[in-house]
């Protein structure tokens, strides 16, 4: 359609075509006339060049406008104008987010930060959730416009018992974001940020931000759920000494427990068989 601006050759014909003939007139005295005629001489050439380009422009914008230009998000954002968005919503749904922290544990309020996002987002937007464990959950891998959908998923996350492998987790996400056909792209990872998530990315970041995610050029956002430090301590090995177990039996066995925290730890390792408390020992590791 922008072949439409030849169009602009119109109102340049018409201009040419309507252009005042001289006649001469012969006059008695014209001493008094000069000045005058070469001031309006000028005059009536200004206005008739405004009068062409306001012509010519009527006709581009036309020619535009049936063109249905597009620009760059960046460049809309300049004029005030909305753009779609393609958001990737990446929950931690390692051990670790269990921790409670002011009456709900670290998941719950990762869960309602997204669906908190969730809810800004504008018409026409997508969204798509994973899940990131020691392995990626697609819950939603295909950006949608459905936020019941995108709802559902993110209510849907449970707590595992692994820990947190970020680089597979943003690997993923970067591919969904590159698929996004249109508008900006955003991943958002709601993490408690435990530094065992991140050795993956520190390692090879070349792994994470490859081309593909270069060509995408997504936003990335870490959401921690809260500001606190609480314990971070884990059941590093369980090693049971007696071959079998019969009721009455003595139960033989050891279990490492690690502190990552930078203070003491004072806690209660709990022995559960079948769902049922066995034995409870006192865990005191000092820091790091």
């Known amino acids: 359609m922008l072949f439409g601006l030849g169009a602009l050759a119109l109102p340049i014909l018409i201009h040419l075509w309507q252009r ?10 014209l001493r008094f006339l000069k000045a005058v005629a070469a001031r309006t001489r000028r005059s009536s050439r200004l206005e008739n060049l405004l009068l062409l380009f306001l012509r010519c422009l009527v006709f581009a914008l036309i020619a535009l406008a049936v063109a249905r230009p597009v620009m760059l998000a960046r460049s809309a954002r300049v004029f005030g104008g909305e753009v779609p968005r393609t958001v990737v919503i990446v929950i931690d749904n390692s051990a670790s987010m269990g921790v409670q922290v002011g009456g709900q544990t670290r998941l719950e309020a990762a869960k309602a930060c997204a669906l908190t ?17 020691d392995r990626v959950e697609f819950l939603v891998a295909e950006p949608t416009i459905d936020r019941a959908v995108a709802r559902r998923a993110v209510e849907a996350v ?26 900006e792209r955003q ?14 990315v520190l390692a090879n970041p070349a792994s994470v931000f490859d081309t593909a995610w270069k060509q995408a050029e997504p936003r990335l956002a870490v959401v921690r759920p809260d500001g606190a430090n609480p314990a971070n301590a884990c059941v590093k090995a369980g090693r049971l000494q007696t071959p079998c177990l019969t009721p009455g039996a003595p139960l033989r066995g050891s279990a490492t427990v690690e502190n990552h925290g930078t203070a003491p730890l004072h806690d209660l390792l709990t022995l559960t068989i079948d769902g049922r408390r066995a034995t409870q020992r006192p865990a005191d590791v000092p820091a790091g």
């Open 158 to 183: 449970r707590l595992t018992e692994t820990r947190s492998d970020f680089a597979a987790a943003l690997r993923e996400a970067g591919k969904i974001a590159l698929r996004a056909e249109r508008g």
């Open 187 to 200: 991943i958002f990872l709601f993490s408690d940020s435990q530094a065992t998530g991140w050795r993956g």
């Open 117 to 133: 996002l969730l809810d800004d987002l504008k018409q026409g937007d997508r969204a798509a959730v994973l899940a990131a464990g």
């Open 20 to 29: 005042r003939r001289v006649v001469q007139i012969p006059f008695g005295t």
